[in-house]
């Protein structure tokens, strides 16, 4: 299975963008990229996912690299509700189950 | 508020002791899962459902006991268990598990096992 690497946490301002990277050097071409978070006392959410193309929702964009071995969650005006462990996931279309690494732990400062 | 409704919040048990945890989804989906968070440690798959049937057991010692009367009910059954299993417990939907749809997840049951 491909596997994605994400630096251990992050640090941002309020109300300044937040780029969270993920390497998946290994990704095949039917893995999809899914982004959760896990807010403090939660359960993981789901943030954004996609193949190719860049996406873009209410929470969030990703940008996927051409070659497909990177991409970044972007989120454009953090806030401190935005503080969480960020997880990026491949996961096949044909429905393998997800399988969460480390993450990314955002921390956000006033 | 996710749809999805994991009981109790917290639980704390001796090793010679029985509980059940309880998982109750509304959203409709034909997929559930239990998923284990250890402390520092990444989310664990434990088991999962899809309409009703297992479809998958991650190794998972004995002493947890997986139970799915319906698509919209999951519990976990708990005996003999030690204090390493203390973790918290994540319940987890989604409309099918053999495609590619995303995750819905209840808020956990924080375990203490003394």
């Known amino acids: 299975d491909a596997k994605t690497t994400q630096p251990n946490s992050m640090e941002s301002n309020e109300e300044e963008p937040v780029h969270l990277p993920c390497n998946h050097s290994?990704?095949?071409?039917?893995?999809?990229i899914h982004w959760y978070r896990q807010l403090p006392s939660q359960g993981p959410e789901y943030v954004i996912h996609?193949?190719?193309s860049n996406v873009n929702n209410r929470m969030a964009s990703l940008a996927i690299a051409e070659d497909r071995k990177s991409s970044t969650l972007i989120l454009h005006r953090a806030t401190l509700r935005d503080a969480a462990v960020y997880y990026c996931?491949?996961?096949?279309?044909?429905?393998?189950?997800?399988?969460f690494g480390p993450g990314t732990r955002l921390s956000v400062l006033p | 508020e996710t749809g999805v409704t994991q009981t109790p919040r917290h639980l704390v048990m001796g090793m010679t002791n029985k509980k059940s945890l309880k998982c109750e989804q509304h959203l409709g989906h034909n997929a559930m899962y239990w998923y284990k968070q250890s402390a520092k440690k990444p989310l664990e798959l434990m088991f999962v459902?899809?309409?009703?049937?297992?479809?998958e057991n991650n190794s998972v010692p004995s002493r947890f006991s997986p139970e799915c009367p319906n698509s919209s009910h999951l519990f976990l059954h708990l005996h003999t268990l030690q204090p390493e299993d203390s973790a918290l417990y994540l319940c987890?939907?989604?409309?099918?598990?053999?495609?590619?749809?995303?995750?819905?997840f209840g808020s956990g049951t924080q375990l203490s096992v003394l």
């Open positions: 996931i491949l996961r096949k279309d044909y429905g393998q189950n997800f399988v």
């Open positions: 459902y899809n309409f009703k049937e297992q479809t």
């Open positions: 996609g193949l190719t």
């Open positions: 987890a939907s989604s409309q099918d598990s053999s495609t590619n749809e995303k995750l819905f």
């Open positions: 290994t990704i095949s071409g039917t893995d999809y």
